[in-house]
């Protein structure tokens, strides 16, 4: 897809939801609530998975707890999440690496653990059961990944979970390099799936609140900053749900899109033997924090 190639999305005033049911992955917080609310207003039954759920009061929302620091756990959801009526997944959890190189029970880095590998524990475990035994007549599950694709981020591929050497920054572009091999590998693993990749570009949320090590004068200081450019998370919500059901994206799996709904190009080492190396790296990795049955 060209960066100028355009779409014509529904309205987001004639949206109707009912009947269409959703899994938001990291819906507890940030651009995550906000679409899953933006859902639910619309019709849609949503189910929301994170830690702590804050929308008891919203009609139309369902939570199930969950760790997604964990792998055992991220996997767990793969395998039980209900399936019955699930026809789109978002994938939104996420956080940023600190100054200081953090790991998980598993292991792992905690952003790689968090904003990547449970991403693709989940959707391994999940792929299989949302397309096994699906009715011809219903529509191809779509799967979108929040990120940033199309940035050129790489993996550090040989040190993919920070062991060797730690940067904040080289240890973030790696989930962000990993989400994008997500969605390219998926459209051409799943191919009863339709898999989509959103870059939000920045957008007013606590993600960053780890990157400065807390909520100190710095996070402040540069979200006080950021905020006066920055889109908020129901802004964003907004115009991004006639993407979520455009009828237009039928059959292009693997398209990724801008902050405003634009179709943009997929970083170029993605049609490149580096994607099977990050996506084999991650699922050793996944392999060796959550063997199978554990």
Do not use: C
């Not at 702590?52 to 760790?67: E, I, N, S, T, Y």
């Not at 997604?68 to 209900?82: N, V």
């Not at 009863?192 to 780890?210: A, E, H, Q, Y």
Request: hydrophobic letters at 45%; a positive charge; proline letters at 5%.
């Amino acid at each position: 897809m060209k960066r100028d190639h355009t779409l014509t999305w529904t309205a987001p005033a004639a949206l109707d939801f009912t009947g269409v049911g959703v899994a938001v992955i990291g819906g507890t917080g940030g651009i995550g609530r906000a679409l899953a609310k933006a859902l639910a207003g619309r019709g849609a039954s949503v189910t929301v998975v994170g830690r702590k759920f804050r929308d008891h009061d919203v009609p139309g929302l369902r939570f199930v707890a969950a760790d997604l620091a964990s792998m055992t756990e991220a996997r767990h959801i793969g395998e039980t999440l209900p399936i019955d009526d699930l026809d789109l997944v978002v994938f939104t959890t996420g956080i940023m690496a600190g100054p200081v190189r953090e790991v998980t029970p598993d292991g792992l880095e905690r952003d790689l653990a968090v904003s990547w590998l449970s991403r693709l524990a989940i959707l391994r475990a999940l792929a299989p059961r949302l397309t096994t035994g699906r009715l011809p007549e219903r529509p191809k599950p779509r799967v979108f990944v929040m990120g940033f694709p199309g940035s050129g981020q790489r993996a550090n591929v040989v040190d993919l979970n920070s062991e060797r050497s730690y940067g904040r920054m080289t240890a973030h572009m790696t989930t962000v390099a990993g989400n994008e091999a997500l969605v390219v590998d998926a459209a051409r693993r799943y191919p009863d799936l339709l898999t989509f990749g959103l870059n939000p570009g920045f957008v007013k949320t606590g993600i960053r609140t780890n990157l400065f090590g807390g909520r100190n004068w710095l996070y402040r200081l540069v979200e006080g900053l950021a905020g006066l450019a920055t889109r908020t998370a129901e802004d964003y919500a907004r115009t991004t749900l006639p993407l979520l059901s455009a009828p237009e994206l039928e059959g292009r799996s693997g398209a990724m899109f801008d902050s405003r709904g634009r179709a943009i190009l997929p970083s170029k080492w993605t049609a490149t033997s580096e994607l099977d190396a990050v996506i084999t790296a991650s699922e050793e990795l996944l392999r060796r924090a959550s063997p199978a049955g554990a």
